[in-house]
């Protein structure tokens, strides 16, 4: 498909003359790709609690099935601070930021 519409990073579309269009551009399909990647994790991760957890369903959850929900967004978010902290750590030992 790409052959279709070029090479997006080295037109000039959108671009004013003197205005970096380029980078806004290159920074916007960054921003929604890393929410797309978002997205699908946060689907996975629906799966996969939904798969462990509820085992039949009805018009209520069980109190078995909540808990399990509960502790496993818990662990998923525990886990997401925990990588994103250390991330945050080591761009300042290396001394870069973005």
Request: aromatic fraction near 10%; charged fraction near 20%; hydrophobic fraction near 35%.
């Amino acid at each position: 498909m790409s052959d279709s519409f070029g090479d997006i990073s080295s037109s000039n579309f959108g671009t004013t003359p003197g205005v970096s269009g380029n980078a806004d551009l290159q920074e916007f399909v960054e921003k929604e790709q890393q929410r797309a990647q978002f997205s699908a994790q946060v689907h996975n991760f629906n799966d996969i609690c939904w798969d462990k957890c509820v085992e039949k369903v009805g018009t209520k959850l069980d109190s078995r099935s909540e808990t399990c929900l509960v502790n496993c967004v818990d662990r998923f978010i525990d886990v997401s601070l925990f990588i994103t902290n250390r991330f945050a750590q080591l761009l300042q030992k290396s001394g870069g930021g973005m």
